[in-house]
């Protein structure tokens, strides 16, 4: 079964510091990988996803994430975080194979302070 | 185009009655999930149904039902509603085709007491 693990379930960085959410994942085929935010209150919203076409993906609202499949990860990233960036990040892969299914991390909390 | 919608956004329940959560989305989509959160525990699959017409279980099935009303509409059933069921309930879609990435809709917040 597949695995994602969110390194820091808090992280807190300055308004304009480099954003930096760590997932790792546990694979035997190459998988599809997403990463979802949470604002308060709200439900998941697609914010970008792997699906084999170039290891660099961007994202909506600056951000990007890169796979890389040697050390199974698929860290997100934003050069310069902004006080809307507030929220919960979720990492996300297929479950196999041929699989619609979706395994999720437990989430990261990110805060900016101002 | 409202994507997933869900109904209600709050309840509040008391130990033993019964309710059915809705869910309903308009981007033809074969495949609709249920989710709870839990603070720390992230997203836990309830059930899902790969097409209309079939529903199998996910990680924590126990103490819900769900049916596949048609391809727009997948319900959630609590029989007898117990306080460990005190949780945020997402609806979600995905097409069939590969990548399957899914489309939230905004949650029901419930609370048994």
């Known amino acids: 079964a597949q695995s994602v693990t969110q390194l820091g379930s808090h992280v807190s960085v300055s308004e304009g510091a480099l954003v930096l959410l760590r997932c790792n994942y546990s694979?035997?085929?190459?998988?599809?990988l997403f990463w979802y935010v949470q604002y308060p209150n709200q439900g998941l919203q697609l914010l970008l996803k792997?699906?084999?076409?170039?290891?660099l993906v961007k994202g909506i609202n600056g951000f990007e994430a890169e796979f890389k499949k040697s050390e199974t990860s698929f860290h997100l990233t934003k050069p310069s975080a902004h006080m809307s960036d507030a929220a919960e990040y979720f990492c996300?892969?297929?479950?196999?194979?041929?699989?619609?299914?979706?395994?999720f991390g437990k989430g990261t909390k990110l805060s900016v302070i101002p | 185009n409202a994507g997933v919608t869900q109904t209600p956004k709050f309840q509040v329940l008391k130990t033993g009655q019964s309710m059915t959560l809705q869910c309903a989305q308009d981007?033809?989509?074969?495949?609709m999930y249920w989710y709870r959160q839990d603070p720390g525990m992230g997203l836990r699959l309830i059930y899902y149904?790969?097409?209309?017409?079939?529903?199998d279980k996910g990680e924590v099935p126990n103490g819900y039902n769900v049916s596949r009303l048609n391809k727009r509409e997948f319900s959630l059933r609590l029989e007898s509603a117990a306080p460990s069921q005190t949780s945020v309930y997402f609806c979600?879609?995905?097409?069939?085709?590969?990548?399957?990435?899914?489309?939230f809709g905004p949650g029901t917040r419930l609370t048994v007491t």
């Open positions: 694979s035997s085929v190459p998988p599809y």
């Open positions: 996300a892969v297929t479950s196999g194979a041929g699989s619609y299914q979706l395994t």
């Open positions: 792997y699906t084999s076409a170039a290891t």
């Open positions: 979600a879609s995905s097409s069939d085709r590969g990548p399957w990435e899914q489309y």
């Open positions: 981007m033809n989509h074969n495949s």
């Open positions: 149904s790969a097409s209309e017409g079939t529903t």
